[in-house]
């Protein structure tokens, strides 16, 4: 009881300092100029492209009837510069007996290179992670797989990769069902360490009689995962000389009672280290808080986060610009969504408290989501007016009245930040028919500077919503490993963003982080923190519209032409 006082008085600081901070604030732009004013809102326009600039792709997960949990699951895609031309090129997964596809970017057109790189792996592929996991200058791939081991392609560097895995040490048991996987410096030591979510144990579906009766047929199919065991998770902690170990269970990071679907690696309590966040299905959700001792604990419960719904894809954003990064989760369609405020710092950098706040239905992102099961998300700012818009795609995983071969489709949703709420911009997105989406991948992939969104679907065509925003504004990029987080600065606003390890669902985001900066941009002050790092680096004035790279392990960057 003696600590009461301080809390209280805590309390009463954390809600006083910001108005006195405004109120200075006010007083002390009264003698300057003021800011101009914000630019006003612009509706979101995507247009679907994907067969017009060359990827004719459909998903394979089952064929004929839907009868077991995996034909439901779907497969992911990663953007990645395979062949440093700075532009972005594509690697997408598909299902058993298909073979992966990966896509070389040709100036906004892509052509078909699997067989001349040598990744066409057959199998059944689930979820995909890229990154420079040896520090060579060159991005590597690995993904997840139903029913036999993972697999880790290293770049050789001359336009093909070679399979490593066996040498790596990262492919785990054929019965590990690995799904979403991430790649972050979790130990600090300098170099990328692999973690891996896996779900449920699904070697012989017929072990429990607990299984879903098909109302189509009088068989007996199995479309949910409650009955089956978890499976635990991998951490694969980078060994420096090509080679990992899984150190999962003695860093206490195994999260064995969770049925894992989405992950992402990120600093969210702004400590220095890396954590770990893991959307679990039909099990509690786990956020694995970073000890910094080469151990993680749970916080889930501390902090709010581990709610027991049907989490599916997870992103983290700076959503309400208050410096901290907030928590997305998706989930089944008779559940809402969860948006978790983070409380970390509030808006002028006062330390708080290490918990979340459930804003879901405040922020417009809760009844809006009621109806439809959600997958991949990724927080972007799509209209470039400095705040992070939202794109979730959905997709129920019963079979379709009119095809019992595919999942029954639903709409996807884009959501603008008009803070403290998103408001759904319900014509942003159109295609003929939905399909069921599963995973999200963003990426400017024609280079205009406004970020464009990749979809996969159930048993369906490869969607590509280019973003038509238009070039009526300006913005600055960063090409940056995992982990990295920065500030820019223009016209007195400043915006925090960070680079995640995993995120969305199966899908890897290109490692590149757009900052919208509105219209008529001045020159831009950017400061880089990188992975490992606790220095900012103040880069040059920035003129709007630039680009600017750096490649693990190094503090110097390259800048690119201006757009």
């Known amino acids: 009881m003696e600590e009461l006082p301080q809390l209280l008085a805590a309390r009463r600081l954390r809600y006083i300092l910001p108005i006195c901070c405004a109120l200075l604030q006010a007083f002390v732009s009264c003698g300057g100029p003021s800011a101009p004013p914000p630019d006003p809102p612009v509706p979101l326009r995507f247009t679907e492209v994907a067969l017009d600039v060359g990827l004719d792709f459909t998903g394979h997960q089952g064929d004929g009837l839907l009868d077991y949990i995996p034909e439901t699951t779907g497969s992911g895609a990663a953007w990645l510069d395979y062949d440093d031309d700075d532009d972005w090129d594509l690697y997408v997964l598909d299902g058993p007996g298909h073979r992966n596809v990966l896509y070389r970017n040709d100036g906004g057109r892509f052509t078909d290179v699997t067989e001349e790189a040598g990744v066409g792996h057959l199998g059944d592929a689930m979820?995909?992670?890229?990154?420079?996991?040896?520090?060579?200058?060159?991005?590597?791939?690995?993904?997840?797989?139903?029913?036999?081991?993972?697999?880790?392609?290293?770049?050789?560097?001359?336009?093909?990769?070679?399979?490593?895995?066996?040498?790596?040490?990262?492919?785990?048991?054929?019965?590990?069902?690995?799904?979403?996987?991430?790649?972050?410096d979790t130990d600090g030591d300098g170099d990328l360490d692999l973690y891996v979510a896996r779900y449920i144990d699904f070697t012989d579906p017929g072990s429990t009689e607990e299984i879903y009766p098909a109302e189509r047929t009088a068989d007996l199919i199995t479309l949910v995962p409650d009955p089956y065991p978890a499976q635990s998770n991998a951490l694969y902690r980078n060994n420096g000389d090509g080679t990992f170990t899984d150190i999962a269970a003695s860093a206490r990071a195994e999260d064995s009672a969770g049925k894992g679907l989405g992950v992402g690696i990120v600093d969210y309590d702004n400590d220095g280290d890396l954590d770990i966040y893991i959307a679990n299905d039909v099990t509690p959700n786990s956020l694995l808080k970073n000890r910094g001792d080469g151990t993680f604990e749970d916080a889930g419960f501390l902090t709010g986060t581990n709610d027991q719904r049907q989490g599916m894809g997870v992103d983290f954003g700076d959503a309400d610009g208050d410096g901290d990064l907030d928590l997305l989760v998706t989930n089944w369609q008779n559940e809402m969504n969860a948006y978790y405020r983070n409380n970390r710092l509030a808006r002028d950098g006062f330390q708080t408290s290490d918990s979340f706040d459930d804003m879901s239905t405040d922020a417009g992102l809760g009844d809006t989501s009621v109806g439809l099961t959600g997958w991949g998300a990724a927080f972007e700012d799509f209209d470039n007016d400095g705040d992070l818009d939202l794109y979730v795609t959905n997709g129920h995983t019963s079979p379709s009245e009119d095809d019992p071969g595919v999942c029954e489709g639903q709409r996807d949703q884009v959501y603008r930040n008009d803070g403290p709420r998103f408001v759904e911009m319900v014509d942003a997105v159109r295609v003929g028919k939905w399909g069921a989406g599963r995973g999200v991948a963003t990426a400017d992939y024609d280079g205009d500077g406004d970020v464009d969104v990749l979809v996969t679907q159930n048993n369906g065509r490869m969607l590509l919503f280019r973003n038509d925003v238009g070039q009526g504004r300006d913005w600055v990029k960063v090409r940056a490993p995992v982990g990295t987080r920065l500030t820019v600065t223009?016209?007195?606003?400043?915006?925090?963003?960070?680079?995640?390890?995993?995120?969305?669902?199966?899908?890897?985001?290109?490692?590149?982080?757009?900052?919208?900066?509105?219209?008529?941009?001045?020159?831009?002050?950017?400061?880089?923190?990188?992975?490992?790092?606790?220095?900012?680096?103040?880069?040059?004035?920035?003129?709007?519209?630039?680009?600017?790279?750096y490649v693990w392990g190094s503090e110097h960057p390259r800048i690119l032409p201006r757009y």
Do not use: H, K
Request: glycine share 14%; aromatic share 8%; hydrophobic share 35%.
């Open 127 to 184: 979820g995909v992670a890229i990154a420079d996991y040896d520090g060579d200058g060159r991005t590597d791939i690995f993904f997840t797989t139903f029913d036999s081991p993972d697999v880790l392609y290293r770049n050789r560097g001359d336009g093909a990769f070679e399979d490593v895995t066996e040498t790596a040490g990262v492919g785990g048991l054929p019965e590990e069902w690995g799904t979403s996987a991430a790649w972050g």
């Open 490 to 549: 223009s016209r007195g606003a400043t915006r925090e963003r960070a680079f995640p390890g995993g995120t969305s669902y199966l899908c890897a985001r290109a490692p590149e982080i757009v900052v919208g900066l509105g219209s008529d941009a001045p020159t831009s002050r950017v400061e880089v923190t990188l992975p490992g790092s606790s220095r900012a680096l103040t880069l040059p004035a920035l003129e709007p519209r630039s680009t600017v790279t």
